[in-house]
């Protein structure tokens, strides 16, 4: 049986938790349904809504030893500095959507001003998009040299770039073969070429103000779910 102390536990905040009270008793009952004393990153998932009230109330937590560390996802650089500047302690992560197509080297340099690491979801582009990275030429041609995996080359990319990657997967041996990146590094002409492969351009597509429709106008009811 693991101890609790082997196990790094993450969750976020939905929008409609918010509101400083909201937020707070979002925690507790977090708490509760996860049988557990203390999250170890709690994110708010977005940045809509009362995300400084929100932001507020994960800083009461810490303070309470209810969470170990906070942090924020899928905020642009003006939210960010808004809660740098209104907020006591700084971001520990910042969870967003990066890969070689959409390195997001602007956001990646705003968070190292205050210590904030970069998570990277869909690193691999996820379930519908994988494919446009996994069978890119020059990717595949890095992965042949090196004896690798495309998706081994891409995670390698995050590593090197000091990216906290996040693939999923429900296959063990895809998953020991997400784990199995840290016999070999990429050169810098192999970087050089990745970073070539930037198209400015997202998978996630959604403009700010569906955004913020969808996600602030949506509870999930988490009690209910299996």
């Given at each position: 049986m693991c101890k609790r102390e082997d196990i790094f536990l993450t969750t976020k905040l939905w929008p409609s938790e918010y509101k400083y009270e909201d937020a707070l008793k979002a925690i507790d009952e977090t708490l509760a349904r996860l049988d557990t004393d203390y999250i170890d990153l709690l994110l708010l998932h977005q940045q809509y809504g009362e995300y400084i009230d929100a932001y507020k109330a994960m800083e009461k937590a810490?303070?309470?030893?209810?969470v170990k560390s906070i942090g924020l996802s899928n905020f642009n650089e003006e939210r960010f500095e808004d809660?740098?500047?209104k907020c006591t302690i700084k971001p520990a992560v910042h969870q967003i959507e990066t890969h070689p197509f959409y390195p997001e080297h602007d956001l990646k340099a705003l968070g190292e001003k205050y210590g904030t690491i970069v998570e990277s979801w869909f690193p691999?582009?996820?379930?519908?998009?994988k494919g446009k990275l996994l069978n890119n030429e020059i990717i595949k041609e890095i992965a042949e040299e090196h004896g690798k995996t495309t998706a081994q080359v891409i995670l390698r990319w995050h590593i090197q770039n000091n990216y906290v990657a996040i693939p999923g997967s429900a296959d063990k041996n895809e998953i020991a073969e997400n784990f199995d990146i840290f016999d070999f590094e990429l050169t810098d002409e192999d970087l050089e070429k990745i970073q070539k492969l930037d198209t400015g351009t997202r998978f996630f597509t959604m403009s700010e103000e569906e955004q913020?429709?969808?996600?602030?106008?949506f509870a999930p009811d988490f009690n209910n779910q299996k």
């Open positions: 810490v303070e309470l030893g209810k809660v740098i500047n691999l582009g996820g379930i519908e998009n913020e429709r969808a996600f602030t106008g």
